[in-house]
C-alpha cells in the first residue's frame, strides 16, 4: 500500500462551482499535512497547511481526519486560476515529506 | 527574489556522464531537502541535510549519487554515469525547523534532467 494516495481526476468543474477531494495516508503516527499545488511543470508551490482539526484561507478549506487517515480539500467557488494538479503531502519523522501522485483539477468558464 | 534557487533549470546530457546541481535555499533555512519527481508522479525524498550534516538518504539514492551542503548554505547534487532512468525533474526544497518546527518547506523551480 502507498504512503499516500489521491484520487488523480480529473475534476473537471464549472466556474463558480465547489471541487472537494480526498487524501488517504497510511501511517498513523503521521505528524503533520500539508496540500501543494503544481502547475504544469513548475515546482509544488505550497497552499496550505492542514493541522488538527483543519484550517481555512479564503476560498480553500482543509481538513484532517485521524480516525479515518484521510485529509480533504474543498474549493468554493472556483476560479479558471485555480486549475492545477494538487498534492497532498504527509510528514511522519519531521523531515520528509511523504506525496500523493496528485489530483488533477480542471475549472471551465 | 529570496526563494529557493536551483541551477540549472534544464539539463540534457548522454548516457554515462556526469551531472552536477546547485541548490541555494532561503537564507535563513536550516534544513535543505532534495526531491525527485517523474511524470504523473508526485515528488519522492531523496535525502536532507540540517545545517551541513546529511542526516538521512533515501534508497533510491544509489551509490552514483552523492549530494554535500559544505557550509551550510548552498547544496549540490551530483549524479555520476548518468542513466536514462536518471530523467525527472530534482527539485530542492528549504525549510526552518526550530521550537515551533513546522516543517513548512518550500521549493525551489527545479532542474530538469535529459538523459540521451
Known amino acids: 500500500r502507498k504512503e499516500v494516495e489521491q484520487d488523480p481526476g480529473p475534476f473537471n468543474v464549472p466556474e463558480g462551482a465547489t471541487v472537494a477531494f480526498n487524501c488517504t495516508y497510511s501511517?498513523?503516527?503521521?505528524?503533520?499535512f500539508f496540500w501543494y499545488r503544481q502547475d504544469c511543470r513548475k515546482e509544488p508551490k505550497l497552499l496550505m497547511s492542514?493541522?488538527?482539526s483543519g484550517n481555512e484561507d479564503g476560498r480553500f478549506t482543509a481538513q484532517l481526519n485521524r480516525a479515518s487517515q484521510y485529509i480533504s480539500l474543498l474549493i468554493r467557488d472556483s476560479k479558471l486560476s485555480d486549475s492545477a494538479t494538487y498534492l497532498c503531502?504527509?510528514?511522519?519523522?519531521?523531515?520528509?515529506?511523504?506525496f500523493g501522485a496528485g489530483t488533477t483539477v480542471t475549472v471551465r468558464a | 527574489d529570496t526563494g529557493v534557487s536551483q541551477d540549472p533549470r534544464h539539463k540534457i546530457t548522454k548516457r554515462g556522464q556526469n551531472v552536477t546541481f546547485r541548490c541555494d535555499p532561503i537564507?535563513?533555512?536550516?534544513?535543505l531537502y532534495w526531491y525527485r519527481q517523474t511524470l504523473g508522479q508526485g515528488p519522492e525524498f531523496l535525502t536532507y541535510?540540517?545545517?551541513?550534516?546529511?542526516?538521512?538518504k533515501s534508497r533510491l539514492l544509489s551509490d552514483r549519487f552523492s549530494a554535500e551542503r559544505p557550509k551550510g548554505s548552498f547544496s549540490t547534487l551530483e549524479i555520476q554515469r548518468t542513466e536514462q532512468g536518471d530523467s525527472a525533474m530534482y527539485l530542492c526544497?528549504?525549510?526552518?525547523?526550530?521550537?515551533?518546527?513546522?516543517?513548512?518547506?518550500?521549493f525551489g523551480p527545479g532542474t530538469r534532467l535529459t538523459v540521451l
Open positions: 526544497a528549504s525549510s526552518l525547523v526550530g521550537t515551533s518546527g513546522s516543517n513548512e518547506q518550500f
Open positions: 501511517n498513523s503516527a503521521s505528524q503533520s
Open positions: 492542514v493541522y488538527s
Open positions: 503531502a504527509v510528514n511522519l519523522h519531521d523531515y520528509k515529506l511523504s
Open positions: 537564507s535563513e533555512h536550516n534544513r
Open positions: 541535510f540540517q545545517n551541513e550534516a546529511q542526516l538521512e
